[in-house]
């Protein structure tokens, strides 16, 4: 099993500004991954994050607005840069064991 | 592609009342199948997986078997109770062919009263 810590948990900020959130596993893992859950949806996997290489973004999430860094094996960080309203969402990061995945308990944005 | 469909809720049941929450997928590989729980304020759990068809997952009273057939992975409890109280997530992923994130349906909201 894997634990995660995320933070912050929540934070409201203002639009046009940016937020970083961060994520420590506390063992080494290959690829982390960053979901996001707007409100009363589902998760959408925004972009898998692997050490020592450029994330790999899905349809409809670009670097230039969510820029990721994964310095080492056990920590990354996801930025939602110049935010508006339509980003609040929770934002969730999340490593993959051997048959099931683990996630962190999630930041709650909410942007004003 | 994969997806996953999910009841919708939200649902609303008496403690002790009988839980069900349908959830049917589409695939092309062998993907393994998980409900996944969000309790009020917190990330996302595990609650139970199912790696291969007929494979029943199960968990704190809470079941769900892996029908090929059907395509379905349907979560079940006898008897609810108010703690039980979160919102439900069906999910696939197949892990073995490298495919590792996961597919999420839309979640199930769960209240439970006394």
């Known amino acids: 099993s894997a634990v995660i810590s995320q933070k912050p948990s929540r934070d409201i900020c203002q639009r046009g500004t940016s937020l970083t959130i961060q994520c420590q596993v506390d063992s080494q893992v290959t690829m982390m991954f960053w979901y996001r859950q707007q409100p009363g949806q589902s998760l959408t996997l925004i972009a898998t994050a692997n050490q020592g290489s450029e994330a790999t973004y899905e349809s409809g999430f670009v670097i230039d607005k969510f820029p990721i860094s994964r310095p080492n094996l056990t920590f990354s960080t996801l930025t939602v840069s110049n935010m508006s309203p339509e980003d609040s969402s929770i934002y969730l990061c999340?490593?993959?064991?051997?048959?099931?995945?683990?996630f962190g308990q999630g930041t709650r944005l909410t942007v004003v | 592609g994969d997806s996953v469909t999910q009841m919708e809720g939200p649902v609303t049941l008496s403690e002790e009342a009988f839980l069900t929450i349908n959830c049917t997928y589409t695939?092309?590989?062998?993907?393994?199948l998980f409900w996944y729980v969000q309790y009020p304020g917190e990330g996302l759990q595990l609650l139970l997986k199912?790696?291969?068809?007929?494979d029943k997952g199960s968990n704190k009273g809470f079941e769900a078997t892996y029908r090929k057939e059907t395509t379905s992975f349907h979560l079940e409890k006898g008897s609810v109770q108010v703690s039980d109280s979160a919102v439900y997530f069906c999910a696939l992923s197949d892990f073995r062919t490298g495919a590792n994130n996961l597919f999420f349906g839309t979640g199930t909201r769960l209240t439970v009263i006394p």
């Open positions: 695939a092309t590989g062998y993907p393994s």
């Open positions: 199912a790696t291969k068809a007929d």
């Open positions: 999340s490593v993959e064991g051997v048959t099931e995945a683990f």
